[in-house]
Every structure is written in C-alpha cells, then in structure tokens.
C-alpha cells in the first residue's frame, strides 16, 4: 500500500530546527526571492534577471555578490483565484500539533510543500490546482508523498516557452517527434518539483537542462539511434558544453562550432549558458560535477550492455548511483533564487542525503518504466530485472523486492537530512533539504501521473 | 630551444600582487604549517596528524575548523646540511629589481620555487641538491623551468614508504613489476613538484594517488591487460572508492568487499581514505570531480581506440583536457597544508587556469611518451600522431607543431595566473597560483629526468 500523506521529513526538519529556534526554520521557509518581496540577507546572492539569449558576465560568488533589487517579472495571476487562506487543506496534509513552532509554520494551507510559498501572502492570489484529479495509479507499496497539483498558470507558461526554446532556439527534435516532447509533460514534472521557484524564468533554468538532459540520452544512448559503441567520444564532447575547452587560438574555433554541430550539443550548450548566467560559480561546478557523474554512468551502463553484462545487484545499483537524477534535485537552491554554499554542499552528511535522494527517485524511475523498458530491444538492465535474475527470482518478486529497496532509501534519505538539519541549521542548508525532499516528491508525482510514457505491471 | 630560467609567473605573480601591498604576497609566500612554524589564522584548518590507517571522522570545512597546534614529525634534516643562506643562487634564478617589495620577496636564495621554503629559515638546514646533475634531456624548444633538484632525504623517505604501502599496504603490483615501479621514480616526482609540503605525510597523500591513478590506468587501460571493450563498467565500480555507494543495508556489505577486490580499487580506496582525513569536505568533493573528468577522458580515449575512429586535432584536445594531469595539480593545497577556499577554486579564471596548466603538462606528456607509445600495439593517439594524420603533416612536422601548441598553452595558462593574482590578491589564491605553477615545473622536471620511461625522438 502506498503511505500517503505529507513527507515526514517535512515535519523533521521543522522539530530539528526547533531545537535550535523557530526563527532558523522561519528564514529557511520564507522564498529569498518572489515579486515585490525582498530577499533576506541570509539568504545569499539575489538572482539577476536572465536575459535570453544571455550575454552577461558570470555571476559573482556570494561573498563578492551585492544583492540587486528584484525586477523579474512572473506570469500574472488570475484576479479571480482564490486567496490561499480560503483553500481547504486536503484531507492528507500533515497537521502538526499545537504550539508556537507549529503556529509559524502551518499557515493559511497546513505545512507541506505549500509552506514554500509562504512569502506570496502579500501577493496576488494564486490559483489553485485543477479540479481533475492527477491522473494515474501510484505504485502499490511505493513510500512516497502525494504533492499539491502544480500551480497551472506557471505549467501552461513554463510548457508554450520550452517548447520554443527546444523547436526554435537549438532545434533540439525534429518536428516529427513533437508528440513525443508533449508527452514528456515537462512543464508539469519542473513546476511540481520547484514549487519555491520565484518566477517562471527560474523555472526555465531546470526545464531547458531537463531536456537537454533528455535529448543526450535519447540521441546519443537509447531511444533514438544511440548506441553504447563509441559513447564515451560523444558523450566526452558534448560534456564540453557543460565544462569549456581552454586551448589553443587556431583550434578552439573549431570546438565551439562542434558545440552546434548536433542536437545534445546545441541543447547542452545553450542551457548551460542560462544557468551559468543565473548560478554561482560554485553552482556551476556542483552540476557539472553532477552531470560528470551521470556521464560515466551513462558508460558504465553502455559497457555492460556491449559486453552482455549482468551486475550484480551491489553493482547495479553502484551504477545508478551515477546514472541518476542527481543533477536535477541539485540545482534546486538555483532555481530557487538563493544558494546552498559550496561547503555546506560539501559536507558528507549533505553528500549522503543528495546520493540517497537520487537512488530512491531513481529506483522509482526503474520501477515505474518496467513495462515500458520490458518492450526495448535486448535486456534493458533495471532493478527489477537485476534482482530477479541474481537472485533466481520471478519478475513479480524481483519487481516487489526492488520496492523494498526503494522504500529503504526513502527512508534512509529522510532520515538522513532529519539527522543534517539537526546537527548544521543553517537556514540556507534546511531549505536545501525541503527542496531536495519536494524534488523527490514532485518527480514522483511526475511519473505516476504520465500515463503518456508509463504503465504499471499486473503485479498485484 | 628551451626558455630556461624561472618561471615567469613566479615574478608576474609578485608584480601583480605588490598593486595590493607587499604583505599580501609575504602571506601568500609563507608556508601555512611546517615543523615548529605556527600557522597564520588566514590560512585555512591546520591539517590533523595523518593516522595510517585513518579512522577519524571526516575534517570539518575551514569555517568551522579550529586550527590545532602543529604536531607533525617531518624527516630529520642532516646537521651537516648548508643553511639557505650560504647556498648560492642559481645562475638562471630572476633576480627582481631592487625596492621594498623585492627585499621580502628575494630572500637568502632568490626568488622562485625555492621561495615556498622561506619559513624554513628557522629550522635545522635543508639539504641542498645532489651534486649530480639531473640526467635526461629537455625537449628542444620546449617552453618550461627547470626546478631545483628535489630534497634528497625526502625523495628518499617517501620513496621507501611509497614501497611499502604498494606492495604490502593495498598490493597494487605484483613482485615481478617491482622494476617498473622503481623506473616510475614516482617519490622523486612527487617531492619535485610539492615543495612547499610541510612534512612527508603530506606528500604521501599526492604519492599514494599518483600511483593508485597509474594502477588504474595500467591494469584497466593500458600497459598491463587492459581494454577498452567493458571499461565503463571498470571504471565506474573503481570510481565508488573515491565517491560512496550510498545503499541498502543487504547491499552495502557488496560493495564495500568490491573495493578489496582488485589493485586499482585497493589502491583508490586506500589512497582516498588517507586523502580524506586531511582534506577538507570541499577538497575531496573538488578531487573527486577531477577524477570524474579523468575517467570520462579515458573513457572518450577508449571509445576512439574501441572504433579506430581517429579525432579531430581539437576534438583531441578536448579529450586530452580531460584524461589529463588536472587532479594532480588540484591537491596542491591539501599537500601544502592549507586550503583554497571552494568559492575562489571555482571563479571562472581559476578554472581557466586550471585547465591550461593541466593541458600544457598533458601534452608535454605526449611529447615525452612519444616514442614510448609508438612502441605499444595499434595505433596510439598522441598530439603529434594526430596532428601529423589530421594535417598531411609528416611524422617530424606534426611533433614539431605539437610542441608550438604545448609552448601556446603555457603562455596562455601563465597570462591566465598573472591575471587571476592581480584581480583576486588572496594570499591563499596566490599561494595556490604558484603551487600550480610549481607542479607544472617538477611535472616537466620528472618526464626530462625519466630515462627510464621516455627517450626522445630524433628530430633534430
């Protein structure tokens, strides 16, 4: 049975915090950045507006960086939503008990993931979700916690403008595949896992990464002529748009135009530079760091494919370590317009929780597209298949094994970040958990929902 | 022919810093710890007395760090050993113009790398360098230094205690490969291109990587049964030793025996597990992302070799910036006892410089192993081989204009540094400038001297 009902570590964080003052979790809570509101001083360098296509220098690192007023501007809201203080809560949302801690963070909507969006009080109301219910079945037994529907304003801006951004700017699919980009629904799936983001320009910086993201992988390793033979040349090369060449005058010429030259690199090239105009330097490491990593994970999958390679289960799910989302919930702090600092980042506290938070969301990712990678060609490797043939398992039992280890790295990763929050409460580091946590949530949403690309086994 | 002489950016460093007063660059120029020299609080955690094996918890990052008083024992120092002051300077050493700033900087043997020694005045006498001349030849008209010859009681400790950690600690080689690790010469390395270690401890954290990165690279890449075909796989499960599997409670066990399971992952393990304990969170995180591009770049080689597809003379580069020194250099102030604060590693022009001084020493490499390579099976691609097949060039023309590209990026990552230190006058930026600088000398210094590995073509 799915455990619904607001994440737990939603309500952790908070009794962490508390130990140390209402007050650390009050700033971790407020939005740094939304229209008409100013950023705290803690809450590190203001977001410069992005220009697109951008020109700017690279941002300043925080100690150097001077806050700029705000001036971005978001997709208007409708005048006749209702203001969030009328909005019942649902019936799942976590109530915490009574107290002065709980008095600061319940709000109008009850805690959860609506608490990020606490500063919008003085702002005009939002809309709330869509009647309709999301669509889809959840796993049965898969831990995880339900999200609000996304704000559908911001989906429907967020989905008209990556879509220009893929079809126009870098030409990332051929027109033939636009039913393919729709399906993806990645306005939806960025929206409902960046639910603090102050505007729809944050919003783009992940959604043209998600998708560059995508159109490497299907271009370069699976679904659209890609192939393990040969990978780690591309992928190396298409790895400098992320992480620049410094080389000599008559031959770096040549690599910039290589950087235009194919769809994964012109899409690469281009969301990058957004983001670079957006993050810390030290941002930009920590996701080329990131996107290092699902790299040589990406080859590693390509090897054991080449050579018909079984792992065991240790070293599969070592691999999908790498092969992993992990660049996604990572930028998090970007998109929400503050910065998590790189030694703060660096902790390895905070590198068990992001690793932990990237295998749990990656497991689910095996799990839900079972049925679609059972209709590849060859053996496509995920968890489920991994165990049942190492373990001399049926399909049914290694798919409901592989549940049990998602939900142990759930709950290993809830911990975990209840166990940071407590020992380092700095406001900047628990919000960085809160938006890894809902990251977590949000993609789960996203997969459960996209009927389009998913369907569960008849396992139950 | 040769540029002898010192480093020019050993004199465009000072130059530049002396625009932000001299005591920026006296600070950058003395060590933050050696034995009996107290640190200065600018610069960053001391580093805790290296246990072998280690069992401390992870350091703490500099914000936190409550400098310790040094406890470290170094190698004695011959008694008999002349001080500084009555050794003479080298014929080719650059001598400043007279003023206050040159006074501090001159010192008792001139400026240069012998200036990262400066706090030993107080100490028993160094032993100066062996009478002998290093042997080897540079390659003519290779742009570089020359270094003064390393300190022979340390190249003989770590020398010794190398031995013992690979052939009893981690078993990285078999008995019968004994010779070619002694032809490696990797202490004498190691002390060339770290002067300014506080102790052997210290240098045994750089040692201990080198030689587990060329255990990896030759049972899994290269010289001793290595293949292209499955690398990804290799690669990835030896990269979980610098980089944790974060798992479930059945699997972990697994992985952790997997990195006992062979002489590249005994040898990362250990190698990183000593690394950690001295480094700082920030440190490791930074050393494990240059691994990461070093394993893409022997994956990106691999797939060329794999498909026999040969490069483009950039698209090389772009690999070669990759499967490249870089991690080397980057450790520089862990070995020195000190650190560069994350934020300031990750500016945009550190990175540039970063990448040149990794690149130009790269491809000194080539030019080094040239005729090395062209004994190994197939074809091996190198600057010079690519180059020549790329451009209809012949065998000598082709080395030639590899040479004209080495001598470029020199130049450039020389310009890059001077520029850096004058607009970002950190003592620990400067500081870490030069140790990058003098890493790019002592690389050079070792492939001259290595007879044992490298002759040169005959090209002139």
Redesign the interface.
Known sequence: MPDPGLSPLQSSLPAAAARFGAHVLAQALAPTRAEGVEAPAEAGPALPPLPGPPSAP?AV???EAVPAPPDVVDVPLPADAPAPADVPAPADVFVPESGALERILRGPTGLGTSGLYLARRGEPPTPESPAAPAEGTPIPGLYHHPVPEPDSARVAEVSRRIKRWAVDEVQAYPPEWEDQFDGFSVGRYMVACHPDAPTVDHLMLATRLMVAENVVDDVYCEDHGGSP?????????A??AL?P????????P??AE?LLSDAPRRSYRSAMEYFVQAA???Q??RF??DM??L???Y??????A??A?V?????Y???R??NNFRPCPTITDTVGGYEL????????GM??VI??AG?ATTISNDLYSYTKELESPGLHLNLPVVIAQQEGLSDKEGYLKAVE?HN??MH?FEAAAAELAAASPDPRLVRFLRGVAVWVDGNHYWHQTNTYRYSLPDFW
Do not use: I, K
């Open positions: 690279f690192p925080a100690a033979v040969g990978l780690g040349g591309r992928l190396l090369l790895h400098t992480d060449v410094h080389t000599t005058q008559e031959y770096a040549a690599w290589s810390t330097p030290s930009a490491d080329r760091h290092a990593r790299h040589m994970g080859l590693a999958e390509a090897a054991w080449e050579t390679y792992p065991t289960v240790a070293e799910l070592a691999m370590q790498f600092p790189a030694d703060l980042h660096a902790l390895p590198q068990r690793a932990l295998n280890v142990e790295l290993e």
